[in-house]
Protein backbone atom coordinates (compact mmCIF):
# COMPACT_ATOMS: atom_id res chain seq x y z
CA UNK A 1 0.00 0.00 0.00
CA UNK A 2 2.91 2.48 0.76
CA UNK A 3 4.31 2.01 -2.67
CA UNK A 4 0.90 2.43 -4.05
CA UNK A 5 0.52 5.49 -2.60
CA UNK A 6 3.82 6.77 -2.90
CA UNK A 7 3.24 6.03 -6.83
CA UNK A 8 0.02 8.36 -7.17
CA UNK A 9 2.16 11.21 -4.80
CA UNK A 10 4.18 11.09 -7.73
CA UNK A 11 1.91 11.14 -10.89
CA UNK A 12 -0.10 14.26 -8.79
CA UNK A 13 2.91 15.94 -7.84
CA UNK A 14 3.78 16.07 -11.29
CA UNK A 15 1.00 18.03 -12.62
CA UNK A 16 0.57 20.45 -8.74
CA UNK A 17 3.33 19.33 -6.69
CA UNK A 18 1.55 21.40 -4.15
CA UNK A 19 -1.41 19.10 -4.23
CA UNK A 20 0.85 16.55 -3.64
CA UNK A 21 2.33 18.45 -0.46
CA UNK A 22 -0.79 18.99 0.95
CA UNK A 23 -2.12 15.56 0.79
CA UNK A 24 1.45 14.18 3.24
CA UNK A 25 0.82 17.55 5.01
CA UNK A 26 -2.60 16.30 5.89
CA UNK A 27 -1.64 12.74 6.79
CA UNK A 28 0.50 13.91 9.27
CA UNK A 29 -1.30 16.27 10.84
CA UNK A 30 -3.91 13.55 11.44
CA UNK A 31 -1.35 11.12 12.36
CA UNK A 32 -0.21 14.17 14.97
CA UNK A 33 -3.56 15.55 16.31
CA UNK A 34 -5.40 14.13 19.18
CA UNK A 35 -9.15 14.84 17.17
CA UNK A 36 -12.04 14.73 19.64
CA UNK A 37 -14.08 16.19 16.94
CA UNK A 38 -17.43 14.59 17.19
CA UNK A 39 -18.12 14.39 13.44
CA UNK A 40 -14.75 12.90 12.11
CA UNK A 41 -13.64 9.64 11.55
CA UNK A 42 -10.93 7.96 9.65
CA UNK A 43 -11.90 6.02 6.54
CA UNK A 44 -10.34 2.40 5.68
CA UNK A 45 -7.70 2.50 3.17
CA UNK A 46 -10.07 0.53 0.99
CA UNK A 47 -12.99 3.36 1.34
CA UNK A 48 -10.15 6.01 0.58
CA UNK A 49 -8.56 4.23 -2.52
CA UNK A 50 -12.09 3.18 -3.81
CA UNK A 51 -12.76 7.45 -4.61
CA UNK A 52 -9.63 8.07 -6.34
CA UNK A 53 -10.71 6.17 -9.49
CA UNK A 54 -12.38 6.73 -12.63
CA UNK A 55 -15.97 5.45 -11.76
CA UNK A 56 -15.81 9.09 -11.32
CA UNK A 57 -15.52 10.10 -14.79
CA UNK A 58 -19.16 8.71 -15.66
CA UNK A 59 -22.12 10.58 -15.77
CA UNK A 60 -25.02 8.77 -14.72
CA UNK A 61 -28.45 10.46 -13.99
CA UNK A 62 -31.49 8.74 -13.08
CA UNK A 63 -31.72 5.45 -11.11
CA UNK A 64 -30.33 2.26 -11.07
CA UNK A 65 -31.50 0.11 -14.77
CA UNK A 66 -33.21 3.68 -15.86
CA UNK A 67 -30.20 6.45 -16.69
CA UNK A 68 -30.16 9.04 -18.91
CA UNK A 69 -27.21 8.49 -20.34
CA UNK A 70 -25.92 5.14 -22.14
CA UNK A 71 -23.25 2.77 -20.66
CA UNK A 72 -23.88 3.03 -16.93
CA UNK A 73 -23.47 -0.80 -15.93
CA UNK A 74 -20.71 -0.25 -13.39
CA UNK A 75 -21.90 2.47 -12.19
CA UNK A 76 -25.68 0.56 -11.46
CA UNK A 77 -23.39 -2.09 -10.35
CA UNK A 78 -21.97 -0.20 -7.79
CA UNK A 79 -25.16 2.21 -6.55
CA UNK A 80 -26.97 -1.35 -6.74
CA UNK A 81 -24.37 -3.14 -4.20
CA UNK A 82 -24.23 0.24 -1.84
CA UNK A 83 -27.87 -0.03 -1.53
CA UNK A 84 -28.26 -3.64 -0.79
CA UNK A 85 -25.68 -2.95 1.65
CA UNK A 86 -27.45 -0.27 3.60
CA UNK A 87 -30.86 -1.75 3.60
CA UNK A 88 -29.27 -5.09 4.62
CA UNK A 89 -27.12 -2.98 7.30
CA UNK A 90 -30.31 -0.95 8.59
CA UNK A 91 -32.88 -3.22 7.82
CA UNK A 92 -34.73 -0.45 5.63
CA UNK A 93 -37.06 -1.05 2.47
CA UNK A 94 -35.43 1.17 0.70
CA UNK A 95 -32.19 2.77 0.35
CA UNK A 96 -31.18 5.98 -1.84
CA UNK A 97 -27.35 6.26 -1.76
CA UNK A 98 -26.99 9.59 -4.26
CA UNK A 99 -26.93 12.33 -1.82
CA UNK A 100 -23.45 13.78 -1.68
CA UNK A 101 -23.81 14.71 1.57
CA UNK A 102 -25.86 15.27 4.46
CA UNK A 103 -27.39 18.31 3.94
CA UNK A 104 -28.31 16.85 0.63
CA UNK A 105 -29.71 13.89 2.16
CA UNK A 106 -32.15 16.26 3.90
CA UNK A 107 -32.89 18.49 1.07
CA UNK A 108 -34.03 15.14 -0.84
CA UNK A 109 -36.08 14.15 2.04
CA UNK A 110 -37.62 17.32 2.17
CA UNK A 111 -38.80 17.54 -1.51
CA UNK A 112 -39.39 13.47 -1.74
CA UNK A 113 -41.82 14.02 1.95
CA UNK A 114 -43.41 17.36 0.22
CA UNK A 115 -43.93 15.16 -2.99
CA UNK A 116 -45.27 12.14 -1.47
CA UNK A 117 -47.85 14.06 1.14
CA UNK A 118 -48.27 17.52 -0.69
CA UNK A 119 -47.85 17.24 -4.79
CA UNK A 120 -49.60 13.67 -4.96
CA UNK A 121 -52.64 15.32 -3.69
CA UNK A 122 -52.25 18.59 -5.41
CA UNK A 123 -51.74 16.40 -8.80
CA UNK A 124 -54.85 14.63 -8.51
CA UNK A 125 -56.56 18.03 -7.71
CA UNK A 126 -55.25 19.42 -10.27
CA UNK A 127 -56.74 16.35 -12.75
CA UNK A 128 -52.90 15.64 -13.83
CA UNK A 129 -51.02 12.46 -13.78
CA UNK A 130 -47.73 14.31 -14.12
CA UNK A 131 -45.73 17.14 -13.00
CA UNK A 132 -45.57 18.20 -16.82
CA UNK A 133 -49.26 18.45 -17.11
CA UNK A 134 -49.90 21.04 -14.46
CA UNK A 135 -50.94 24.40 -15.38
CA UNK A 136 -49.63 27.60 -15.07
CA UNK A 137 -52.46 28.26 -12.29
CA UNK A 138 -51.67 24.96 -10.82
CA UNK A 139 -47.90 25.50 -10.37
CA UNK A 140 -49.11 28.40 -8.17
CA UNK A 141 -51.63 26.13 -5.96
CA UNK A 142 -48.75 23.83 -5.54
CA UNK A 143 -46.26 26.81 -4.45
CA UNK A 144 -48.75 28.54 -1.75
CA UNK A 145 -49.17 24.70 -1.10
CA UNK A 146 -45.49 24.06 -0.20
CA UNK A 147 -44.77 27.60 1.63
CA UNK A 148 -47.20 26.77 3.95
CA UNK A 149 -46.31 23.71 5.11
CA UNK A 150 -44.29 23.50 8.71
CA UNK A 151 -41.71 21.39 10.22
CA UNK A 152 -40.53 21.27 13.90
CA UNK A 153 -37.33 19.75 14.48
CA UNK A 154 -34.78 20.23 17.95
CA UNK A 155 -33.49 23.70 18.72
CA UNK A 156 -30.02 24.27 17.87
CA UNK A 157 -28.91 25.09 21.16
CA UNK A 158 -30.39 21.69 22.64
CA UNK A 159 -28.06 20.24 19.72
CA UNK A 160 -30.09 20.26 16.67
CA UNK A 161 -28.79 21.04 13.22
CA UNK A 162 -29.13 24.08 11.01
CA UNK A 163 -31.13 21.75 7.90
CA UNK A 164 -33.74 21.12 10.53
CA UNK A 165 -35.56 23.75 9.52
CA UNK A 166 -33.17 27.10 10.54
CA UNK A 167 -32.93 30.47 8.55
CA UNK A 168 -28.93 29.64 7.33
CA UNK A 169 -30.69 26.93 5.54
CA UNK A 170 -33.03 26.54 2.61
CA UNK A 171 -34.86 24.29 5.00
CA UNK A 172 -35.65 27.16 7.16
CA UNK A 173 -37.23 28.94 4.05
CA UNK A 174 -38.88 25.88 2.56
CA UNK A 175 -41.05 25.78 6.13
CA UNK A 176 -42.33 27.67 9.07
CA UNK A 177 -40.70 26.06 11.85
CA UNK A 178 -40.85 25.45 15.21
CA UNK A 179 -38.60 23.61 17.41
CA UNK A 180 -38.53 21.81 20.63
CA UNK A 181 -35.89 21.33 23.18
CA UNK A 182 -34.76 19.77 26.33
CA UNK A 183 -35.50 20.17 30.12
CA UNK A 184 -33.81 22.98 32.03
CA UNK A 185 -33.41 20.76 35.08
CA UNK A 186 -32.18 17.34 33.37
CA UNK A 187 -30.95 18.56 30.20
CA UNK A 188 -33.23 15.41 28.71
CA UNK A 189 -35.54 15.97 25.85
CA UNK A 190 -39.11 16.98 27.03
CA UNK A 191 -41.33 14.29 24.92
CA UNK A 192 -44.64 16.18 26.72
CA UNK A 193 -43.46 19.70 25.62
CA UNK A 194 -42.56 18.34 22.54
CA UNK A 195 -46.17 16.46 22.20
CA UNK A 196 -47.76 19.74 23.26
CA UNK A 197 -46.10 22.08 20.80
CA UNK A 198 -46.35 19.04 18.22
CA UNK A 199 -50.52 19.10 18.62
CA UNK A 200 -50.65 22.92 18.42
CA UNK A 201 -48.27 23.16 15.93
CA UNK A 202 -49.14 20.46 13.50
CA UNK A 203 -46.47 20.02 11.63
CA UNK A 204 -46.13 18.31 7.94
CA UNK A 205 -42.26 16.89 9.26
CA UNK A 206 -41.55 16.05 12.65
CA UNK A 207 -37.45 16.00 12.86
CA UNK A 208 -35.50 13.72 15.06
CA UNK A 209 -32.08 13.56 15.32
CA UNK A 210 -28.69 16.28 16.81
CA UNK A 211 -25.40 17.09 16.18
CA UNK A 212 -24.84 17.83 19.48
CA UNK A 213 -26.89 16.00 22.47
CA UNK A 214 -25.38 13.31 24.38
CA UNK A 215 -28.33 10.98 24.74
CA UNK A 216 -30.16 8.43 23.03
CA UNK A 217 -33.25 9.28 21.72
CA UNK A 218 -36.79 7.11 22.23
CA UNK A 219 -38.27 7.13 18.63
CA UNK A 220 -41.03 4.98 19.14
CA UNK A 221 -42.38 7.80 21.40
CA UNK A 222 -41.30 10.27 18.39
CA UNK A 223 -43.01 7.95 16.09
CA UNK A 224 -46.32 8.12 18.25
CA UNK A 225 -46.46 11.78 18.04
CA UNK A 226 -45.57 12.28 14.75
CA UNK A 227 -48.59 9.70 14.16
CA UNK A 228 -50.98 11.49 16.85
CA UNK A 229 -50.23 14.66 14.48
CA UNK A 230 -50.70 13.07 11.23
CA UNK A 231 -47.31 14.01 10.48
CA UNK A 232 -44.45 12.55 8.44
CA UNK A 233 -41.68 11.42 10.89
CA UNK A 234 -37.71 11.90 9.55
CA UNK A 235 -34.87 11.33 11.54
CA UNK A 236 -31.12 12.57 10.81
CA UNK A 237 -28.93 10.16 11.92
CA UNK A 238 -25.82 12.20 10.70
CA UNK A 239 -24.25 11.72 13.75
CA UNK A 240 -24.93 8.59 15.55
CA UNK A 241 -25.61 5.75 12.12
CA UNK A 242 -22.59 4.01 12.97
CA UNK A 243 -23.68 3.23 16.29
CA UNK A 244 -27.52 2.14 14.84
CA UNK A 245 -24.99 -0.03 12.26
CA UNK A 246 -23.00 -1.53 15.02
CA UNK A 247 -26.41 -2.28 17.27
CA UNK A 248 -25.44 -0.24 20.10
CA UNK A 249 -28.74 1.53 19.28
CA UNK A 250 -31.36 -0.99 19.16
CA UNK A 251 -35.19 -1.40 19.81
CA UNK A 252 -36.64 2.43 20.72
CA UNK A 253 -33.24 3.54 19.80
CA UNK A 254 -33.04 2.10 16.08
CA UNK A 255 -34.89 4.76 14.35
CA UNK A 256 -35.11 2.94 11.15
CA UNK A 257 -38.60 0.72 11.76
CA UNK A 258 -40.13 4.07 13.23
CA UNK A 259 -39.07 6.61 10.61
CA UNK A 260 -41.19 7.03 7.31
CA UNK A 261 -37.98 8.47 6.34
CA UNK A 262 -34.28 8.17 8.44
CA UNK A 263 -31.09 10.43 6.80
CA UNK A 264 -27.63 10.12 7.70
CA UNK A 265 -24.13 11.18 6.47
CA UNK A 266 -21.88 8.54 5.62
CA UNK A 267 -18.26 9.92 6.87
CA UNK A 268 -19.25 10.48 10.81
CA UNK A 269 -19.51 7.57 13.18
CA UNK A 270 -20.45 5.59 10.38
CA UNK A 271 -16.55 5.99 8.87
CA UNK A 272 -17.28 5.76 5.14
CA UNK A 273 -16.69 8.47 2.45
CA UNK A 274 -17.71 12.28 2.77
CA UNK A 275 -21.31 11.52 1.37
CA UNK A 276 -25.14 10.74 2.48
CA UNK A 277 -27.88 8.30 2.11
CA UNK A 278 -31.71 8.11 2.65
CA UNK A 279 -33.54 5.43 4.06
CA UNK A 280 -37.35 5.23 4.14
CA UNK A 281 -40.32 3.09 4.01
CA UNK A 282 -41.55 1.54 0.36
CA UNK A 283 -44.45 4.06 -0.15
CA UNK A 284 -41.52 6.76 -0.02
CA UNK A 285 -39.53 5.37 -2.58
CA UNK A 286 -40.89 6.74 -5.65
CA UNK A 287 -40.75 10.59 -4.21
CA UNK A 288 -37.32 9.91 -2.97
CA UNK A 289 -35.75 8.89 -6.16
CA UNK A 290 -36.05 11.62 -7.35
CA UNK A 291 -33.26 13.48 -5.68
CA UNK A 292 -31.39 13.71 -9.15
CA UNK A 293 -32.80 15.88 -10.88
CA UNK A 294 -35.04 17.37 -8.02
CA UNK A 295 -32.22 18.93 -6.16
CA UNK A 296 -28.86 16.66 -6.69
CA UNK A 297 -26.63 17.07 -9.48
CA UNK A 298 -25.57 13.74 -11.52
CA UNK A 299 -24.54 10.85 -9.04
CA UNK A 300 -20.03 10.58 -7.83
CA UNK A 301 -19.69 6.93 -9.29
CA UNK A 302 -16.76 6.86 -6.87
CA UNK A 303 -18.24 7.82 -3.79
CA UNK A 304 -21.44 5.22 -3.99
CA UNK A 305 -18.90 3.08 -4.63
CA UNK A 306 -16.64 4.00 -2.15
CA UNK A 307 -20.53 3.95 0.15
CA UNK A 308 -20.70 0.60 -0.83
CA UNK A 309 -16.94 -0.99 0.86
CA UNK A 310 -17.70 1.64 4.07
CA UNK A 311 -21.17 -0.23 4.41
CA UNK A 312 -19.95 -3.76 3.72
CA UNK A 313 -17.05 -3.12 6.20
CA UNK A 314 -20.38 -1.80 8.59
CA UNK A 315 -22.12 -5.15 8.18
CA UNK A 316 -19.05 -7.37 9.75
CA UNK A 317 -18.79 -8.24 13.05
CA UNK A 318 -15.71 -6.12 14.16
CA UNK A 319 -17.58 -2.71 13.15
CA UNK A 320 -20.29 -3.75 15.44
CA UNK A 321 -17.24 -4.08 17.98
CA UNK A 322 -15.81 -0.82 16.99
CA UNK A 323 -19.51 0.66 17.06
CA UNK A 324 -19.69 -0.39 21.11
CA UNK A 325 -15.96 0.50 21.64
CA UNK A 326 -17.15 4.13 20.82
CA UNK A 327 -19.82 4.01 23.26
CA UNK A 328 -17.88 2.58 25.99
CA UNK A 329 -15.08 5.21 25.59
CA UNK A 330 -17.67 7.66 25.70
CA UNK A 331 -18.71 6.54 29.15
CA UNK A 332 -15.32 6.17 30.17
CA UNK A 333 -14.59 9.86 28.92
CA UNK A 334 -17.51 11.65 30.70
CA UNK A 335 -16.83 9.74 33.55
CA UNK A 336 -13.29 10.68 33.53
CA UNK A 337 -14.11 14.47 33.30
CA UNK A 338 -16.99 14.51 35.95
CA UNK A 339 -14.66 12.72 38.16
CA UNK A 340 -12.37 15.60 37.75
CA UNK A 341 -14.91 18.17 38.70
CA UNK A 342 -16.22 19.15 34.96
CA UNK A 343 -20.11 19.70 34.42
CA UNK A 344 -21.48 17.87 32.11
CA UNK A 345 -24.71 18.41 29.53
CA UNK A 346 -26.80 15.37 30.94
CA UNK A 347 -24.29 14.59 33.26
CA UNK A 348 -22.66 11.96 31.21
CA UNK A 349 -23.18 10.42 27.80
CA UNK A 350 -24.69 6.93 25.94
CA UNK A 351 -23.71 8.14 22.94
CA UNK A 352 -20.77 8.85 21.11
CA UNK A 353 -20.14 11.91 22.49
CA UNK A 354 -20.02 14.33 25.67
CA UNK A 355 -20.63 18.03 25.99
CA UNK A 356 -18.91 19.99 28.53
CA UNK A 357 -20.09 23.38 29.98
CA UNK A 358 -16.78 25.31 30.28
CA UNK A 359 -18.33 28.30 31.97
CA UNK A 360 -17.18 26.48 35.44
CA UNK A 361 -13.83 27.64 34.81
CA UNK A 362 -14.81 31.30 34.15
CA UNK A 363 -14.02 30.29 30.28
CA UNK A 364 -16.11 30.64 26.94
CA UNK A 365 -16.43 27.57 24.37
CA UNK A 366 -14.05 29.82 22.42
CA UNK A 367 -11.24 30.53 24.30
CA UNK A 368 -11.22 26.69 25.85
CA UNK A 369 -11.16 25.71 22.10
CA UNK A 370 -8.33 27.72 21.96
CA UNK A 371 -6.09 26.89 24.74
CA UNK A 372 -7.44 23.15 24.45
CA UNK A 373 -6.41 23.15 20.49
CA UNK A 374 -2.96 25.01 21.69
CA UNK A 375 -1.88 22.26 24.16
CA UNK A 376 -2.88 19.84 20.56
CA UNK A 377 -6.19 18.39 21.66
CA UNK A 378 -9.04 19.01 18.73
CA UNK A 379 -12.20 19.53 19.95
CA UNK A 380 -15.15 22.10 19.17
CA UNK A 381 -16.85 24.53 20.85
CA UNK A 382 -20.87 24.22 20.75
CA UNK A 383 -23.76 25.82 21.96
CA UNK A 384 -24.65 24.46 25.18
CA UNK A 385 -28.87 24.36 26.48
CA UNK A 386 -29.77 28.30 27.04
CA UNK A 387 -26.38 29.52 26.50
CA UNK A 388 -25.97 33.27 27.81
CA UNK A 389 -22.89 33.42 25.28
CA UNK A 390 -24.62 32.58 22.16
CA UNK A 391 -24.09 30.35 19.08
CA UNK A 392 -20.33 32.16 18.07
CA UNK A 393 -18.74 32.11 21.40
CA UNK A 394 -20.54 29.90 23.13
CA UNK A 395 -20.23 27.59 26.65
CA UNK A 396 -19.32 24.55 25.83
CA UNK A 397 -16.57 22.39 24.43
CA UNK A 398 -18.26 18.71 22.42
CA UNK A 399 -16.01 16.04 22.34
CA UNK A 400 -16.26 12.69 20.64
CA UNK A 401 -14.65 9.11 20.64
CA UNK A 402 -15.31 7.96 16.83
CA UNK A 403 -12.23 8.78 15.68
CA UNK A 404 -9.61 8.08 18.21
CA UNK A 405 -11.30 4.58 18.60
CA UNK A 406 -10.51 3.98 15.15
CA UNK A 407 -7.33 4.40 16.37
CA UNK A 408 -7.49 1.74 19.06
CA UNK A 409 -7.84 4.04 22.08
CA UNK A 410 -9.82 2.25 24.93
CA UNK A 411 -11.12 3.43 27.95
CA UNK A 412 -7.89 3.90 29.63
CA UNK A 413 -6.54 6.30 26.96
CA UNK A 414 -9.80 8.10 26.89
CA UNK A 415 -9.34 8.55 30.75
CA UNK A 416 -5.96 10.37 30.16
CA UNK A 417 -7.61 12.14 27.80
CA UNK A 418 -10.12 13.52 30.21
CA UNK A 419 -7.00 14.14 32.87
CA UNK A 420 -5.61 15.98 29.78
CA UNK A 421 -8.45 18.20 29.04
CA UNK A 422 -8.90 19.03 32.97
CA UNK A 423 -5.36 19.93 33.27
CA UNK A 424 -6.08 22.42 30.27
CA UNK A 425 -9.24 23.87 31.44
CA UNK A 426 -7.95 24.25 35.05
CA UNK A 427 -4.67 26.26 33.75
CA UNK A 428 -6.07 28.58 30.75
CA UNK A 429 -7.02 32.23 32.44
CA UNK A 430 -10.03 33.80 30.62
CA UNK A 431 -9.11 37.90 29.23
CA UNK A 432 -11.01 40.16 31.48
CA UNK A 433 -11.78 41.80 28.55
CA UNK A 434 -12.23 39.70 25.03
CA UNK A 435 -14.57 36.59 25.11
CA UNK A 436 -11.70 35.31 22.97
CA UNK A 437 -8.76 35.60 24.17
CA UNK A 438 -7.01 33.84 27.21
CA UNK A 439 -3.67 33.30 28.93
CA UNK A 440 -2.43 29.52 28.90
CA UNK A 441 0.93 28.76 30.74
CA UNK A 442 3.32 27.59 28.01
CA UNK A 443 4.39 25.04 30.31
CA UNK A 444 1.06 23.27 30.67
CA UNK A 445 0.85 23.20 26.58
CA UNK A 446 4.04 21.79 26.17
CA UNK A 447 3.32 19.41 28.38
CA UNK A 448 -0.18 18.22 27.39
CA UNK A 449 1.33 18.08 24.02
CA UNK A 450 4.08 15.46 24.64
CA UNK A 451 1.37 13.57 26.30
CA UNK A 452 -0.89 13.61 23.60
CA UNK A 453 2.05 12.45 21.37
CA UNK A 454 2.61 9.58 23.47
CA UNK A 455 -0.73 8.30 23.13
CA UNK A 456 -0.58 9.31 20.05
CA UNK A 457 2.35 7.61 18.81
CA UNK A 458 1.28 4.13 20.94
CA UNK A 459 -2.00 3.87 18.53
CA UNK A 460 -0.53 4.94 15.14
CA UNK A 461 -3.02 5.73 12.68
CA UNK A 462 -3.38 3.52 9.32
CA UNK A 463 0.06 1.35 11.06
CA UNK A 464 2.09 0.53 7.81
CA UNK A 465 1.57 3.56 5.47
CA UNK A 466 4.60 4.84 4.93
CA UNK A 467 4.53 8.04 2.24
CA UNK A 468 8.87 8.71 3.07
C1 LIG B 1 -23.20 16.79 9.96
C2 LIG B 1 -24.68 16.85 9.91
C3 LIG B 1 -25.35 17.17 8.71
C4 LIG B 1 -24.65 17.69 7.49
O1 LIG B 1 -23.76 16.83 6.88
P1 LIG B 1 -22.85 17.38 5.68
O2 LIG B 1 -22.32 16.13 5.07
O3 LIG B 1 -21.82 18.23 6.29
O4 LIG B 1 -23.73 18.12 4.75
C5 LIG B 1 -26.72 17.09 8.71
N1 LIG B 1 -27.42 16.75 9.82
C6 LIG B 1 -26.80 16.47 10.99
C7 LIG B 1 -27.63 16.12 12.19
C8 LIG B 1 -25.42 16.52 11.09
O5 LIG B 1 -24.82 16.29 12.25
Redesign the pocket.
Known amino acids: MSAAYRNALDVIAAVEPGVAGAIRGELADQRASLKLIA?ENYASPAVLLTMGTWLSDKYAEGTIGHRFYAGCQNIDTVERLAADHAKALFGAEHAYVQPH????A?LVAFWGILAHRVESPALAAAGARHVNDLSEDDWETLRKALGDQRALGMSLDAGG?L?HGFRPNISGKMFHQRSYGTDPETGLLDYDALRATAREFRPLVLIA???AYPRRVDFARMREIADEVGAVLMV?M??FAGLVAGKVFTGVHDPVPYAHVTTT?T??SLRGP?G?LVLCQREYADSIDRGCPMVLGGPLGNVMAAKAVALAEARQVAFADYAHAVAANAVALAEGLVRRGVRLVTGGTDNHLVLLDVSTYGLTGRQAESALLDAGIVTNRNAIPRDPNGAWYTSGIRVGTPALTSRGFGPQEFDRVAELIVGVLTDTTPSSTSKAKYDLPPGTAGKTRAAAAELLTAHPLYPGLDLA
Open positions: SSGIDNHTGYSDAHTHKRG
